[in-house]
């Protein structure tokens, strides 16, 4: 009798320790963590792109799971720790991290158009998305504009803000790639590939600036600053989208401003690939200063997410321009990138396994 009741309250003890450690989780939530469904989803449509069927409709489909989870720890977040939530807004460093669910949301929309081929679910995505981004877009800036607590440079910015151009530039190849369904969409794609594309130039000096001329220690360099190539990768994915759009006799009807962006629209989305190009040894390089010079060990980091997105948006945004204005030798860095994305992310998502088993097995029992 003792012992069955002692056993019910271990277990009553035990389940109460899990709903501390989710309600915490939920409190100190890193408002970046939409990364993990732009990454999935990305890296879903590059495995669906070269042929890997299977692998892409898994990720797909624990893509849906993920973002439906990520949106409950949110809105529990918001109702239960809402001053946990106004003060990331707030946060020069945490605040952009909110544009991840934007990025996110049109991300799974384009694996709803690419793998499932719900041409209406990934229209009501992008619509939810280009709310969000109207909301968090402005939010987020005039929030930070306002503040009376800020940093220096150095303290404020890293490669996170870019997710601002990414987030733009998302809503941008989602309304490309569905203008063909609804042709008023088209100009909002252009619209917005523009905007992402004049912001980039805006952010990147800083944060270029602040690696030249600030001192790093081991603990700044984020997964995050992978995104100083992703922002260009989703630019290129978007241009090369927008001109393949263009391509419909309708659209050009519709909108012949297209026969005069065209070739500037190609000049400057193969400018942006090439410049992001450039990035990738130098991001390696970081890596290796980070975790083999500086000797800080491999474990789990929610914001290498950030990094594993850039490598799958690479991929798909190399194989498309390659496409779209016909150089077929740009398809040999996608080939290669390919695998780099795909084994990204299975070691992150491993990693994130193994932190999720030790946070609620190993030290609860």
Same mark, same amino acid.
């Given at each position: 009798?003792?012992?069955?009741?002692?056993?019910?309250?271990?277990?009553?003890?035990?389940?109460?320790?899990?709903?501390?450690?989710?309600?915490?989780?939920?409190?100190?939530?890193?408002?970046?963590?939409?990364?993990?469904?732009?990454?999935?989803?990305?890296?879903?449509?590059?495995?669906?792109?070269?042929?890997?069927?299977?692998?892409?409709?898994?990720?797909?489909?624990?893509?849906?799971?993920?973002?439906?989870?990520?949106?409950?720890?949110?809105?529990?977040?918001?109702?239960?720790?809402?001053?946990?939530?106004?003060?990331?807004?707030?946060?020069?460093?945490?605040?952009? @991290?909110?544009?991840?669910? #934007? /990025? +996110?949301? *049109?991300?799974?929309?384009?694996? $709803?158009?690419? =793998?499932? !081929?719900?041409?209406?679910?990934?229209?009501?995505?992008?619509?939810?998305?280009?709310?969000?981004?109207?909301?968090?877009?402005?939010?987020?800036?005039?929030?930070?504009?306002?503040?009376?607590?800020?940093?220096?440079?150095?303290?404020?910015?890293?490669?996170?803000?870019?997710?601002?151009?990414?987030?733009?530039?998302?809503?941008?190849?989602?309304?490309?790639?569905?203008?063909?369904?609804?042709?008023?969409?088209?100009?909002?794609?252009?619209?917005?590939?523009?905007?992402?594309?004049?912001?980039?130039?805006?952010?990147?000096?800083?944060?270029?600036?602040?690696?030249?001329?600030?001192?790093?220690?081991?603990?700044?360099?984020?997964?995050?600053?992978?995104?100083?190539?992703?922002?260009?990768?989703?630019?290129?994915?978007? @241009?090369?989208?927008?001109? #393949? /759009? +263009?391509? *419909?006799?309708?659209?050009?009807? $519709?909108?012949? =401003?297209? !026969?005069?962006?065209?070739?500037?629209?190609?000049?400057?989305?193969?400018?942006?690939?090439?410049?992001?190009?450039?990035?990738?040894?130098?991001?390696?390089?970081?890596?290796?200063?980070?975790?083999?010079?500086?000797?800080?060990?491999?474990?789990?980091?929610?914001?290498?997410?950030?990094?594993?997105?850039?490598?799958?948006?690479?991929?798909?945004?190399?194989?498309?321009?390659?496409?779209?204005?016909?150089?077929?030798?740009?398809?040999?860095?996608?080939?290669?990138?390919?695998?780099?994305?795909?084994?990204?992310?299975?070691?992150?998502?491993?990693?994130?396994?193994?932190?999720?088993?030790?946070?609620?097995?190993?030290?609860?029992?």
């Amino acid at each position: 009798m003792f012992q069955l009741i002692n056993s019910n309250n271990k277990k009553t003890e035990s389940i109460m320790n899990i709903k501390a450690k989710l309600d915490q989780i939920a409190s100190n939530l890193l408002p970046a963590y939409f990364a993990l469904v732009m990454a999935t989803g990305i890296v879903a449509i590059a495995a669906f792109i070269y042929q890997f069927i299977w692998f892409a409709k898994l990720l797909f489909y624990f893509n849906i799971v993920a973002y439906v989870a990520l949106w409950i720890i949110n809105i529990y977040r918001i109702i239960f720790h809402s001053e946990n939530y106004k003060t990331d807004i707030q946060n020069h460093r945490r605040g952009p @991290g909110f544009f991840t669910i #934007i /990025a +996110g949301t *049109n991300t799974l929309g384009a694996d $709803f158009l690419v =793998i499932g !081929n719900h041409t209406e679910t990934a229209f009501i995505l992008w619509v939810f998305g280009i709310l969000l981004w109207l909301f968090y877009q402005y939010v987020v800036f005039a929030s930070l504009m306002f503040s009376n607590q800020k940093q220096p440079l150095d303290q404020s910015i890293n490669g996170g803000w870019l997710v601002a151009i990414v987030s733009t530039e998302s809503v941008a190849l989602l309304a490309a790639q569905l203008s063909g369904n609804h042709i008023w969409m088209f100009l909002i794609a252009i619209i917005f590939y523009l905007i992402g594309y004049f912001t980039y130039f805006i952010i990147m000096p800083l944060i270029y600036y602040r690696l030249l001329f600030y001192n790093i220690q081991p603990k700044d360099v984020t997964g995050s600053y992978w995104i100083n190539m992703g922002a260009t990768a989703i630019t290129t994915l978007a @241009g090369s989208l927008i001109l #393949i /759009a +263009g391509e *419909n006799s309708q659209v050009g009807q $519709f909108y012949p =401003i297209i !026969n005069t962006l065209k070739s500037f629209i190609q000049g400057a989305t193969f400018l942006i690939w090439s410049y992001g190009s450039w990035w990738i040894p130098l991001l390696f390089m970081m890596g290796y200063w980070k975790h083999i010079i500086n000797k800080i060990s491999f474990k789990y980091d929610s914001q290498f997410w950030g990094a594993v997105f850039p490598m799958g948006m690479y991929t798909v945004a190399t194989y498309k321009l390659a496409v779209t204005l016909n150089i077929p030798q740009l398809k040999i860095i996608s080939d290669f990138f390919v695998y780099v994305a795909i084994v990204s992310w299975l070691y992150q998502f491993g990693a994130f396994l193994l932190a999720f088993y030790n946070k609620f097995f190993i030290r609860t029992n």
